[in-house]
């Protein structure tokens, strides 16, 4: 018989890697931005690059994030988001063609004017259509993955066939307001003032949306239920209700995320939700389902790397976001940031 | 010895049965019993799109696993035939190089992805499928001088496969006895065995551990199967499946572009031909995919005529138009997630 082993207690500060970790995924934002900043040449057209970086990358969070949240909370999985973005675009857009007398004029207030109404009007048209979409696609099929891809993925066939009905079969091409056209001149890099302003905006909803989910009730209720959603209803938070708020949020957020994106495209398509999925998957994915962080994170990275990809090897781009999720996955294989415990 | 044929999966319906035998008597003499040149496509359309949509039965609704690239798969195969049509001259061979290649390329793909997706979460799977596929199509339409990009390839099958082949003098049954009717029946042959090939998958212990997965993944864990081993398993057999459906589809248009195999419109077809028929049964399949070629080839003229007889009343017309079927089988496809998850043959065989 052996003796029990002596009780030597040691205190050992964290090592370096160990406090670091936690921040892991921030870093990586950081450090494929000195990538870039290594591999690109000139230094203008690396600003440059990364502006439109990161203005695609808080687009693609601002459609992203309704979708990871609402499977957070419901486990419920989405494929017809993108039929929200969709609808947002040719609403917005509509708007904006209707507004064409605000838009056209060179007054910077007027443009913003106008380009709220048409984001508030676009917001407006995808949460209710979110209400009725959860109402009678999603909500017969809880708690059935299978049935929930393949119905959301009908609904989104279904929407894209009744905006080319409402709207015409043919791409629609718009201008932006016209003082949000050209570019202004930074350091010697031309930056576009539109990706500016989509980067100021998607900054605004990830702060109100982190402030929201920080620091109020409803945030709280919410982060709880993706928790451990049958211990919030056994306190007595009828989870169901919220999550239809969150899940018209989410498609409003989408709406927004297409006017922002038909008009950094110029031009909109029935199609351009579902082709915008793809990275917004991707995001997701290497995010963590259900996480708002990594979300903003994966969403920033794509848009990075796409950009600085886009530049030194055009054709590799898209595989390169592809690359980058399989790099994720063999790292952390729940995302960056795994929030929802597997269920 | 029928029974056997059939791994013992019997119709278990009369009417089905029927059904099926009808469907077996056409496409097994569609150069006779319909000669002209859009009905012959169209049988042979059928006879791919069987074993395509049973390949994809074959995850979804035994494996219960939902994919978004079945049709980068059944474009392996074919972009295979093609390439290797291309560069080795025509010949039997260079077909039967294409299409293994484009086989063992599309089941190694799969098992890839498979590892990757499979093994975290079987959802994600759904979405990493559709990311990599679309993927896959853009680099296809990049690489344009080795895949033809957006115009896609066309090619020299064997002579022996050619209208100008003939094989007999004068005519056989008052069709003409050329190559053309051979491609046919290299399509119709190759499809019905590949066909019987998974129902006998389908009917083997493999296939019954499958759908104690789909049923209940963790029991069938702790019953002591891997789950994800049959699951990755059947990923792969069904896009090496996929890649040899997409190979005859090569053989049989002598061309291959991203339109024909690798849209996402195929992939919604493959989808909606699936749960029409009946998920989890391979008849289901053969239902499902003749009942929407068929559609697709003439309901369009019956939608366009409904289209006119209300031409005068607002926003019905443009609801109508036929370039608007895919609207109507969207909701067809959605009510029928609902209310007849099994599909056409579930409700037949009275589940």
Redesign the interface.
């Known amino acids: 018989m052996t003796a029990a082993p002596k009780h030597a207690p040691t205190m050992a500060q964290m090592s370096l890697p160990e406090r670091l970790a936690p921040y892991a995924p921030i870093l990586l934002v950081v450090g494929l931005v000195i990538a870039g900043f290594v591999a690109i040449p000139a230094t203008s057209s690396w600003l440059t690059l990364t502006v439109s970086g990161l203005a695609m990358g808080m687009m693609i969070f601002i459609m992203a994030s309704g979708l990871t949240l609402v499977f957070g909370l419901m486990d419920v999985i989405n494929f017809g988001h993108g039929a929200f973005v969709s609808v947002g675009a040719f609403v917005g857009v509509s708007f904006l063609l209707l507004l064409e007398h605000m838009t056209g004029a060179p007054n910077l207030l007027w443009n913003l004017t106008a380009l709220m109404v048409a984001i508030i009007g676009a917001m407006a048209a995808t949460g209710l259509m979110g209400y009725a979409f959860e109402r009678v696609i999603v909500k017969p099929v809880y708690g059935h993955h299978l049935k929930q891809i393949l119905v959301t993925m009908g609904g989104l066939i279904v929407v894209e066939q009744l905006i080319i009905v409402l709207w015409g079969p043919e791409e629609i091409y718009i201008t932006r307001p016209e003082s949000l056209k050209g570019a202004i001149t930074f350091a010697g890099a031309a930056l576009e003032k539109y990706r500016l302003v989509a980067v100021g905006i998607g900054l605004v909803v990830f702060l109100a949306m982190r402030y929201t989910l920080r620091r109020t009730k409803i945030g709280l209720i919410v982060r709880a239920g993706v928790e451990n959603g049958e211990m919030v209803q056994a306190l007595g938070y009828n989870l169901r209700m919220v999550f239809i708020g969150v899940f018209v949020a989410g498609s409003a957020l989408a709406g927004l995320g297409g006017v922002l994106w038909g008009l950094y495209q110029e031009v909109i398509t029935a199609h351009m939700g579902n082709q915008t999925m793809i990275l917004v998957f991707i995001v997701v994915i290497i995010g963590g389902l259900g996480s708002v962080e990594g979300c903003f994170i994966g969403a920033l990275m794509v848009g990075l790397l796409q950009n600085y990809v886009a530049f030194l090897e055009p054709k590799a781009a898209l595989i390169s976001n592809i690359a980058l999720m399989v790099a994720i996955l063999m790292w952390r294989p729940m995302g960056m940031i795994p929030v929802v415990k597997a269920k | 010895m029928l029974k056997t044929l059939v791994s013992g999966d019997t119709p278990r319906s009369p009417i089905l049965l029927a059904t099926l035998i009808v469907i077996l008597i056409c496409l097994a003499f569609a150069p006779f019993l319909f000669p002209g040149v859009r009905s012959v496509d169209t049988a042979a359309r059928i006879c791919i799109f069987i074993v395509l949509v049973a390949s994809y039965d074959l995850l979804?609704g035994y494996g219960?696993i939902?994919s978004f690239a079945h049709t980068m798969f059944f474009g392996l195969g074919a972009y295979g035939v093609a390439l290797a049509s291309t560069h080795m001259g025509r010949g039997f061979d260079a077909l039967l190089v294409g299409s293994v290649a484009g086989a063992g390329l599309a089941a190694l793909l799969a098992l890839v992805i498979g590892l990757?997706?499979l093994?975290?979460?079987?959802?994600?799977f759904?979405?990493?499928t559709?990311?990599?596929a679309?993927?896959v199509a853009?680099?296809v339409s990049?690489?344009s001088t080795l895949t033809g990009g957006e115009d896609g390839l066309s090619f020299k099958i064997p002579r022996a496969l050619g209208p100008a082949f003939k094989f007999m003098d004068g005519e056989l049954f008052g069709v003409k006895a050329n190559g053309k009717l051979l491609k046919y029946y290299l399509v119709f042959i190759s499809c019905f065995v590949l066909f019987l090939l998974m129902l006998r998958v389908v009917n083997s212990p493999f296939g019954r551990v499958l759908q104690a997965i789909r049923e209940n993944d963790f029991r069938a864990e702790a019953i002591g199967y891997r789950v994800v081993h049959y699951r990755v398993a059947a990923t792969c057999l069904s896009a090496a499946i996929a890649a040899l459906a997409g190979a005859l589809y090569a053989v049989w248009l002598r061309y291959v572009g991203p339109d024909t195999t690798l849209s996402?419109e195929i992939m919604?077809d493959i989808?909606l031909m699936v749960?029409i028929g009946g998920m989890g049964t391979m008849y289901g399949a053969v239902i499902g995919a003749t009942l929407f070629v068929l559609a697709q080839n003439y309901l369009q003229n019956v939608l366009s005529l409904a289209g006119e007889s209300v031409s005068t009343l607002p926003?019905l017309p443009?609801?109508l138009?036929a370039?608007?079927w895919?609207?109507w089988?969207?909701?067809l496809?959605?009510l029928s997630?609902?209310f007849f998850?099994t599909g056409i043959v579930g409700r037949l065989r009275g589940k």
């Open positions: 979804l219960g939902v990757f997706s093994r975290v979460r079987a959802i994600f759904a979405m990493i559709l990311a990599v679309s993927a853009v680099l990049q690489l996402m919604i989808l749960v926003l443009d609801l138009n370039d608007r895919l609207l089988l969207g909701v496809f959605i997630v609902y998850p």
